[in-house]
T-cell receptor, first 120, second 111 residues
């Protein structure tokens, strides 16, 4: 199966600092990248969708200036949490997709192992 | 927005028992998927369903796409310890690019 890596796997930071999370698709090219956030004992909530070389589309209620997404290549996307606060503590999961998403391509939407962020 | 109601939220069973969980929605979905998430990991796809009424198996797992296209269930037969985890249903609406996830079912197995 497809291999997706996220780095770091865990990060603890002080309130007010910025944290960058990297997501790499190691053996395939991801046309589309989905970023999810998961709070404890809750479901995955989509934060934003990005296509390689284009600006990300953010879901309602997700601040684009706080969660900066860069999808500069087909194998790498980054999520930067700027000026992190304790309420940003969560499990962040990237999900690269071979296609643009949609009916025929859901099976080629893979999930990274996640990054646990704790903001003190 | 679209919501998936997944139940039960949690299950505590004995090893060897069968498990059943389901998802319902007020919206029609064109695709239903079932994922398993282990602690500290991302979800892994178990089964994908594309047609109303479709019944698909993957080893001890069986899932069905409801006739109304508004529901789906997942069954696990003869549970084993490695089945422990959180199971999520997810759906895709026609023309949509993004998945909608259910709230998850946390499965705990007593040996």
């Amino acid at each position: 199966g497809a291999v997706v890596s996220q780095h770091p796997s865990r990060v603890i930071c002080k309130s007010g600092t910025s944290v960058k999370i990297e997501c790499r698709s190691l053996d395939f090219q991801a046309t589309t990248m989905f970023w999810y956030r998961q709070f404890p004992k809750q479901s995955l909530m989509l934060m934003a969708t990005s296509n390689e070389g284009s600006k990300a589309t953010y879901e309602q209620g997700v601040e684009k200036d706080k969660f900066l997404i860069n999808h500069a290549s087909l194998t790498l996307s980054t999520l930067t949490v700027t000026s992190a606060h304790p309420e940003d503590s969560s499990f962040y999961i990237c999900s690269p997709s071979v296609g643009s998403g949609g009916l025929s391509e859901v099976e080629t939407q893979y999930f990274g192992p996640g990054t646990r962020l704790l903001v003190l | 927005g679209q919501q998936l109601n997944q139940s039960p939220q949690s299950m505590f069973i004995q090893e060897g028992e069968d498990v059943s969980m389901n998802c319902t929605s007020s919206s029609i979905f064109n695709t239903w998927l079932w994922y398993k998430q282990d602690p500290g990991e991302g979800p892994v796809l178990l089964i994908a369903l594309y047609k109303a009424g479709e019944l698909t198996s993957n080893g001890r797992l069986t899932a069905q796409f409801g006739i109304t296209r508004k529901d789906s269930f997942l069954n696990i037969s003869a549970s084993i310890p490695s089945d422990v985890g959180i199971y999520f249903c997810a759906g895709l609406i026609q023309g949509a690019q993004k998945l909608v996830f259910g709230q998850g079912t946390r499965l705990t197995i007593n040996p």
